[in-house]
């Protein structure tokens, strides 16, 4: 069964240090994967998609299909990132979404 | 814009009581979602629309649990009779179409429902 797992409930790292979110998923097609991310008090949003190889606010993911991984990066960690995050991975025929249970970040100033 | 507008954002009901929560997508996306989520996990789909016709319902304990998408704009989700395990957030979600690899999802705040 198609299964994302994140193995941190939660991460606290110090500003300026390195972060990286593991994100492991279980999936036999060719997967397309996200982030999401939830401030404090704020709605659930995206941050980014594996498809589009982009960097936000400093984040990047790389697929690495051989691991079966989406591992979440940031050389410098700020304050600002600590929020939850969510790893998720799109079932294209079912147009659903797989979600890991989240990884709390805690940024310590 | 608005955004997604979930309501009530909290509610707290005693078991065999009905409540129904209301969602209000962004406008002109096609695609709603419903989602129950657990404290500590991730969302878990409970029933996705095309416009008016839900496409995706396998998830939707449907002996207490219903949802309606008329018009294909506003939805509601309501749980007749409310059951202690039902306490958790429901959200609500939309998109412009149901390919996700092209388009993203937008989140409402939720509704926080507490079954005592």
């Known amino acids: 069964a198609q299964r994302v797992t994140q193995p941190e409930k939660l991460l606290s790292v110090f500003k300026g240090a390195p972060v990286e979110l593991k994100c492991n998923y279980s999936y036999s097609g060719s997967p397309e994967l996200f982030w999401y991310v939830q401030y404090s008090r704020q709605r659930l949003q995206l941050l980014l998609r594996?498809?589009?190889?982009?960097s936000i606010k400093g984040f990047t993911a790389d697929l690495n299909k051989g691991e079966t991984s989406f591992h979440l990066k940031k050389p410098f960690a700020q304050e600002e990132d600590s929020a939850m995050y969510y790893c998720a991975l799109s079932e294209n025929s079912n147009y659903q979404l797989i979600w890991g249970a989240g990884t709390k970040l805690i940024i310590k100033p | 814009e608005a955004g997604v507008v979930q309501s009530p954002r909290y509610k707290i009901i005693e078991k065999k009581q009905p409540v129904a929560f209301w969602c209000n997508p962004i406008s002109g996306h096609n695609t709603l979602y419903w989602y129950l989520q657990n404290l500590g996990q991730g969302p878990e789909l409970l029933i996705r629309y095309e416009n008016e016709e839900a496409v995706d319902d396998s998830q939707l304990p449907k002996d207490r649990f219903s949802a309606e998408r008329l018009k294909g704009v506003d939805s509601t989700l309501k749980i007749q009779p409310a059951e202690l395990g039902d306490s958790a957030v429901y959200l609500c979600a939309s998109s412009p179409s149901g390919d996700l690899n092209t388009g993203e999802l937008f989140f409402g705040e939720g509704s926080r429902l507490t079954v005592l």
């Open positions: 594996h498809i589009s190889r982009e």
